[in-house]
């Protein structure tokens, strides 16, 4: 069963501290991002993981980073977090296989900076 | 530069007709593909039919269908005998050839289906 996970799933933070988002894939999918959404604004790209240490920035990275050291697990990090930064945070995978680059999604991170 | 439009934000219809949404792009890439993506009430982000620009015919799954119009830079999504459970957010997205995995996203269309 194709799958794309994300952990946690809720998550309420102080501004300053430090926030880990986790995302895995039981696909072997060469690909992963991270996008965050916005009401009114879609989904925005934070980054893209090509692959293990092959990381490359989207559209809005400042402020995050990302760390992927296994093909199935792709980080987000919020290094000192700010209040701007809440919001629903989804995960996806895709295979270069697939010429189209089909993204699967996760279910998701909400997530609130105080 | 790239862009996806869909200026509908949102559509209220009967059960069981018909829909479209509408979807516009900006590339100046030849070559790319054009993705609906559902999002229900609960979050989650299903994709559902797919575009390839090269292709002439229209893309067809299920009850989705998709309006290709390439000289328009248009992409309508086509949901024929809706039923609530259609009710949800759609989201047209673009990836250019060139750009390895890079999708970018409209603004999303909500759709309410009555009984």
């Known amino acids: 069963d194709m799958k794309v996970t994300q952990m946690p799933r809720y998550l309420i933070k102080r501004m300053g501290e430090n926030v880990l988002l986790e995302c895995g894939q039981d696909?072997?999918?060469?690909?992963m991002y991270w996008y965050r959404q916005d009401p009114g604004l879609g989904l925005q790209l934070i980054y893209i993981?090509?692959?293990?240490?092959?990381?490359s920035e989207g559209d809005i990275p400042k402020g995050y980073r990302v760390s992927r050291k296994k093909r199935e697990h792709f980080s987000l990090i919020l290094d000192s977090a700010k209040t701007n930064q809440t919001s629903v945070y989804f995960c996806?995978?895709?295979?270069?296989?697939?010429?189209?680059?089909?993204?699967?999604f996760g279910p998701g991170t909400r997530l609130t900076v105080l | 530069a790239q862009k996806v439009t869909q200026t509908q934000t949102s559509i209220s219809v009967v059960e069981k007709t018909t829909v479209t949404m509408d979807c516009v792009y900006e590339t100046r890439d030849s070559s790319y593909f054009l993705f609906w993506y559902k999002q229900t009430a609960s979050g989650e982000i299903v994709f559902l039919i797919r575009q390839d620009s090269y292709k002439k015919e229209n893309a067809t799954v299920g009850h989705y269908s998709l309006n290709f119009q390439k000289p328009k830079s248009s992409i309508g999504l086509i949901i024929t005998a809706t039923q609530i459970e259609d009710s949800a957010v759609y989201f047209c997205a673009m990836r250019e050839h060139y750009n390895q995995g890079k999708l970018i996203f409209g603004q999303g269309t909500k759709l309410s289906i009555k009984p």
């Open positions: 993981s090509y692959d293990v240490d092959s990381n």
């Open positions: 696909m072997s999918h060469e690909t």
């Open positions: 996806a995978s895709s295979s270069s296989r697939d010429s189209s680059y089909e993204q699967y």
